[in-house]
């Protein structure tokens, strides 16, 4: 939502959902991480989960009135500052196009640029991490060029790899594992996100930046 | 050990949830009936959150490697021991070498769809960040990431200790019959408002109140998918990706909603109509397909107050195994 001021609601009695107003921005996000550390350390929340220009605080018990923790939250978002978190930055090499890049005609269908063009655009950015979600070791990114947007598929695909580069909406991201995703897959990484016996299990954390370098394109 | 007899998929190692790595992107996994989970669990003297089988699909066998207590909660499926009708919700002792057998849930008593088989001691899979529960998608929890096949063998901690303290012989009423919740006959949950409630037409809302939601073919422990009146914003929404939760109730563009239930994924990008609360999730998680189901909006009070009922059958529960066994 886009209001002017921050949405509070309630997801059951396990978990709240705060949404920063405002178009999506790296800053308000900075906000939201800086958020999520304050209100994560409150005894009644279990984990306070970052998502886009938001915050999931997932419940340890359920409060019997939710008047108080609504009015802690709005305050402490208030007077809470940006965290520019220094992430790192991990490079990932992608092969566009071909067999991995199923979808690539589609965007140059949507978009009129070339392969080429979508590549240059693509692999231009850095694109900071925003959040964690979806499947484990997945990443939201900020910082797509809009120019490459491409509306999400009208039917999903049931299941595309792990490791698949794809673009939905004015979003881009890289699958973590095999599964469905209704976004456009224009290539392909051989990194792995996620090894539950690693600590901790995912590569990526909020704040960390993400750079796609062209490994090779197929045509 | 415990073998897994038959060829029928589905079958998961499930405890109470993966908590506190929504951070990684790990949803929580966990017992599609929670209550059942844990009332067999207590049947056995174990922790209420021991590992336990998830039995979906039916019929199901399993072979007792040793001497065994046991108890199958959830569906009432017709359970026989070699060939020795069982009472559900009751603990058991198998000997070694006799087999369990789960036959299709009967809809007599009470609805159900789900069975679990709990062991003294419970499953000894090994805990992945903080949980024996099968992730599907992350391919990690429960044995081996993945759903159970004929010759798994599942090792029970504590080598299935039979008798002297936890003893067998003793049962509970199970909750579809001390907690039942219907609306005209019809098995209903109630639902809390989510954030984009009111961008709903009045017309959805009243037909998402009034109308019974039929569970269809494409429902599973990812999320159901139901059928019934078409449910539409007043206007397109734009929506951020967000945390959310097992029981919130998504409703993409097609207008018909999807449950997330406990396999789902914890972050969601659709308008959201409500949340079915989590004093409730066990009734939809029992909901068989091709069934139906109504919703009762609910006060943020009303949802405490459930939340203390299941609580109270717990402690209950509790209690008259102690006393049964004292």
Redesign the interface.
Known sequence: MTADTPSFSVLGTSALLFEAPGSTELKTQQRIWALAAEVGAWPEVREAVPGMNNLMLSLAHTPRHLGDIEARLRSAWADIHALPLQGRLVELPVVYGGAAGPHMADVVGHTGLTVDEIVERHSSPLYPVYALGSHPGYCYLGGMDPRIATPRRRVPVLSIPGGAVSIGGSQTGVSASDGPSGWNTIGSTAMCFFDPKRHPPALLQPGDTIRFLVEKVIR | MIEILSASALATVQDLGR?????????TSGAMDPLALAGGNILLGNDEGAAAIEVPVFPFQVRFTEDCSFAVTGADCAARLDDMPLLPWWAHEAHAGQVLHLGLPRQGHWRASRAYLCVAGGLDVPA??GSRST?L?????GHEGRALRQGDRLPVAGGCAVGGRRGTGHGLVPPALSMPLQVDGVPAVRV?P??EYTLFTDASLAAFWSEPWKITAQSDRYGYRLSGARLEPKADI?M??????P??IQVPSGGQPIVQMRDA???GGYP?LG?????DLWRLGQAPIGSHVRFIEAT?DE??TA?DHASRWLDEARRLVELQRS
């Open positions: 908590t506190g790595a929504l951070q990684w992107g790990v949803g992945v960040l992730q998608r992350g391919a990690f929890g809390l989510a954030a734009e951020r990706s967000h945390g959310i939760v029981g919130v994924q914890p972050t959201k949340t079915v609360i989590d004093a943020w949802a405490v939340q």
